[in-house]
């Protein structure tokens, strides 16, 4: 399976602010998830992103709020904008590679 | 869409005794069913999986079992060790999709 590295894999922001988090996978995949963890809880799809096409959004959430960015095969970006301290989570990316999901190692957010 | 229950939230077993969870899904056409484990601070790890053709799948200790008409797919972990002890999640999805549902999750916890 691919191996996907996330980054920040921490950061603390002040609200009104943004913060784009970044996935590279060692390899290139067609499709790639960005994903929400509340604290205690289960994994939240936010959107779908493949490349040389908008990503395709959840209900519940919108591209204003968290645009994405897949400019090639391997690489992803998720912006967090206007934060709010309900934006404090773990934000994750997954990828599809030869029938398994690997996931990154997470973003955990808070905002204050 | 695609829902998934996952039971028991919680579970705490004997070191050396058996695990199981099990999870229920809606979607008739979802064609895979992934199971992950989650350990404090990480990002969800693909332990083992199942295609909709196949009702069993074994990996040293851990089994998976797949029931189509009932909709249901069961996690079961033998001879369960402390370094077991993690949240597990379940999902179902359709292979054509790429994207998945994810059950609520359960905290087993082995004692020594």
């Known amino acids: 399976s691919a191996v996907i590295s996330q980054k920040p894999s921490r950061d603390i922001c002040q609200r009104g602010t943004s913060l784009t988090i970044q996935c590279q996978v060692d390899?290139?995949?067609?499709?790639m998830f960005w994903y929400r963890q509340q604290p205690g809880q289960s994994l939240t799809l936010i959107a779908t992103a493949n490349q040389g096409s908008e990503a395709t959004y959840e209900s519940g959430f919108v591209i204003d709020k968290f645009p994405i960015s897949r400019p090639n095969l391997t690489f992803s970006t998720l912006t967090v904008s206007n934060m709010s301290p309900e934006d404090s989570s773990i934000y994750l990316c997954s990828c599809d590679r030869d029938g398994g999901y690997t996931f990154g190692s997470g973003t955990r957010l808070t905002v204050v | 869409g695609e829902n998934v229950e996952q039971h028991p939230s919680t579970l705490s077993v004997q070191e050396g005794d058996s695990a199981v969870i099990k999870c229920t899904y809606s979607d008739s056409a979802s064609n895979y069913f992934p199971w992950y484990k989650q350990e404090l601070g990480k990002g969800p790890q693909l332990i083992i999986d199942i295609r909709s053709n196949v009702g069993e799948k074994k990996d040293q200790r851990i089994a998976v079992t797949l029931n189509k008409t009932a909709k249901h797919f069961s996690l079961h972990i033998t001879e369960t060790q402390p370094e077991d002890s993690a949240v597990y999640f379940c999902a179902a999805s359709r292979a054509d999709a790429g994207k998945s549902t994810f059950g609520d999750g359960t905290t087993l916890t082995v004692k020594p």
């Open positions: 390899s290139q995949v067609t499709m």
